[in-house]
Structure formats: C-alpha cells, structure tokens
C-alpha cells in the first residue's frame, strides 16, 4: 500500500515521528519521537547514533515498525537506503526542515546518521 498525499502531507508536516517496534510477543515497544523528511512521494528517517540507535536497532532486526504523526498511525517496512543520491536529497530535505534547529541538525547530516537513511514504506 502506497502512501495518499493527504497521509503524506500530514506526516512530513509533523515536526516528529513517532516509531516503535514490535517485542517477540507482538506487543510494541514505547514509542520514540524522531525526525522524518519527505522526499516526492517517500518519507524518511534517520537515526543520530546511526545503525548503533537503541530504536534503531530493534526496529530494522524486524524491518517492520509502528509510526504515528499529523493523526496517521500505520505499520511501515523500513528500506534502507544506499543510493547516495537519495541520501544527499534527503539531507537537503533535513536542512530544509529543520533550519532552526541548527545544534540538533548538524548530526543529522554527516555519519553515522547519514549512513541511517531509511524509507518508510507503508504496509
């Protein structure tokens, strides 16, 4: 299933994300506030600490996470992302969006973060 604009309006219009992952039992884990991006009809996350995130981590062991933002709460496969292209237009896309949040953006955009890029694909 594919995102409508509308969804993807809502969520790239969050100023956060929330995510969390499913434990062994199906429950979900406490949810995590993060940043998400839109790229054309894509939306992306990444993770500060990289591949080494708490969150991270135990999200993509699955590759299936929970998200919730701007009223749309829906499962998402987590892709990631190595075509450096993609990932230097969604840098451009975290500077965009978080301009005003320079101490908190500038981790965002070099490694390990980087390295993170993650498209959400709804379920």
Do not use: C, H, N
Request: proline content about 4%.
């Amino acid at each position: 299933m594919s995102w409508s604009e509308d969804d993807l309006a809502q969520v790239a219009g969050s100023e956060e994300l929330e995510i969390t992952s499913y434990r062994d039992d199906g429950s979900l884990r406490r949810l995590t506030p993060i940043w998400v991006v839109r790229v054309g009809d894509d939306l992306y996350i990444r993770s500060a600490y990289g591949s080494q995130g708490g969150w991270f981590r135990r999200a993509t062991s699955r590759g299936v996470a929970r998200v919730r933002a701007g009223g749309v709460e829906t499962d998402v496969t987590l892709e990631p992302v190595a075509d450096e292209a993609v990932r230097e237009q969604v840098g451009e896309a975290y500077r965009s969006k978080y301009a005003g949040q320079p101490g908190a953006l500038r981790p965002m955009l070099d490694d390990p973060a980087a390295g993170s890029t993650t498209r959400l694909v709804r379920e």
